[in-house]
């Protein structure tokens, strides 16, 4: 970790040189399939070296997908204490099905930026069992549930998703997509 963040530094100023803005992600930040449970103050330490390095926002991602919402708020406190909360976005895994309520503990929390996938492609290499990443059809499917504008169109999504499994080979990952399309198709 301190060497990425060395490695990082050269980065950032050729970067801060453009007036380019800069995401930076921190990977696995409830379990790490090699360390066991990371402790929130540990993630905290590292957003607020991302900050100082001049990352503009930082994604938070369940990278194995393990997080339950209570320990997802545990980190957002601790990580709020480090960077402003409205320079937090979150990743989440749906491998034991808590993705969508991580995200809504997230939003509760203030979060306001959401990585997701269309169809719920994706995953992770380095843990075993590990699913894609949450489906962006489920996640729109929520944000209009609660009234937030997301601004995407959810026919187009649901239509994108079921064409890109279609493609891959692959059952759509998409719970509200497959849905959308059903209720489309009556």
Not at 22 to 39: F, M, N, Q, T
Not at 132 to 156: F, K, P, R
């Given at each position: 970790?301190?060497?990425?963040?060395?490695r990082?530094l050269?980065?950032?100023?050729?970067?801060?040189?453009?007036?380019?803005?800069?995401?930076?992600?921190?990977?696995?930040?409830?379990?790490?399939?090699?360390?066991?449970?990371?402790?929130?103050?540990?993630?905290?330490?590292?957003?607020?070296?991302?900050?100082?390095?001049?990352?503009?926002?930082?994604s938070?991602?369940?990278?194995?997908?393990?997080?339950?919402?209570?320990?997802?708020?545990?980190?957002?406190?601790?990580?709020?204490?480090?960077?402003?909360?409205?320079?937090?976005?979150?990743?989440?895994?749906?491998?034991?099905?808590?993705?969508?309520?991580?995200?809504?503990?997230?939003?509760?929390?203030?979060?306001?930026?959401?990585?997701?996938?269309?169809?719920?492609?994706?995953?992770?290499?380095?843990?075993?069992?590990?699913?894609?990443?949450?489906?962006?059809?489920?996640?729109?499917?929520?944000?209009?549930?609660?009234?937030?504008?997301?601004?995407?169109?959810?026919?187009?999504?649901?239509?994108?998703?079921?064409?890109?499994?279609?493609?891959?080979?692959?059952?759509?990952?998409s719970?509200?997509?497959?849905?959308?399309?059903?209720?489309?198709?009556?």
């Open positions: 970790i301190a060497e990425s963040l060395q990082l050269p980065l950032m100023e050729h970067a801060a040189q453009y007036n380019i803005p800069v995401r930076g992600y921190i990977s696995c930040v409830l379990d790490c399939p090699y360390e066991g449970a990371i402790e929130p103050a540990v993630v905290a330490q590292l957003c607020a070296s991302l900050l100082a390095a001049g990352c503009e926002e930082i938070l991602g369940d990278t194995i997908g393990t997080g339950t919402p209570r320990r997802v708020r545990t980190l957002l406190q601790q990580a709020s204490h480090a960077v402003p909360v409205e320079k937090l976005a979150v990743h989440f895994h749906d491998t034991y099905g808590q993705a969508l309520a991580n995200i809504l503990a997230s939003l509760e929390f203030g979060v306001r930026t959401v990585d997701a996938s269309v169809a719920g492609l994706g995953g992770c290499p380095y843990a075993r069992g590990a699913s894609g990443n949450v489906a962006t059809e489920d996640v729109v499917y929520l944000l209009n549930g609660l009234g937030l504008h997301s601004g995407i169109n959810l026919d187009a999504l649901a239509d994108t998703g079921a064409w890109i499994s279609g493609e891959l080979g692959r059952d759509h990952g719970r509200a997509g497959k849905a959308w399309l059903a209720r489309r198709q009556k």
